[in-house]
């Protein structure tokens, strides 16, 4: 996961209280915008690039989104009566539309949970940092510190039990 995420993953955490597990989508992979509702043809393309989501046609074209969410908030054009954007957000995974929703109770895309607990951890202890940075690079930074400081991975492995 550590790794993914310098190399420019999409990272979607998991809600408090939430269903399944996050999600890390590979630097590269193409996604879907369902306009009409979840099972809309008419879409709007976008790609996971160096940790944003990033639309590609439409009225936001280039423009990146540090959160699923904030992506789909933006190009909806009705208001979807739900703010899960899993619902909303197709990935392109070997040449098929897979929804967020199956892909974050696939064990296949499941975060390792260790790895996962050190970068929140780094992350929470320099919120301060996510306004100057923006959460994106902020993770990345928090990555960058695990690769150089393994010991963290032991600091956090308890924590991530629970």
Not at 56 to 78: M, Q, S, W, Y
Not at 99 to 109: I, K, T
Request: charged share 25%; aromatic share 8%; glycine share 6%.
């Amino acid at each position: 996961m550590i790794n993914q995420i310098i190399s420019g993953a999409c990272y979607w955490p998991k809600a408090q209280n939430g269903d399944g597990h996050s999600l890390l989508i590979p630097n590269g992979t193409y996604f879907e915008v369902p306009l009409e509702g979840p099972l809309s043809r008419i879409c709007v393309k976008g790609v996971c690039k160096e940790g944003y989501f990033e639309i590609l046609d439409g009225d936001f074209a280039r423009k990146k989104f540090d959160t699923a969410n904030k992506a789909v908030c933006a190009v909806r054009p009705i208001p979807s009566g739900s703010n899960n954007a899993f619902l909303y957000v197709r990935f392109f995974i070997n040449g098929e539309a897979i929804p967020a929703d199956v892909l974050r109770h696939r064990s296949e895309y499941r975060c390792d949970e260790t790895e996962e607990q050190a970068l929140n951890m780094i992350v929470d202890r320099n919120k301060r940092l996510s306004k100057e940075l923006g959460i994106v690079e902020l993770r990345k930074m928090a990555a960058r510190k695990i690769i150089e400081n393994p010991e963290l991975l032991e600091i956090a492995r308890p924590l991530s039990i629970f």
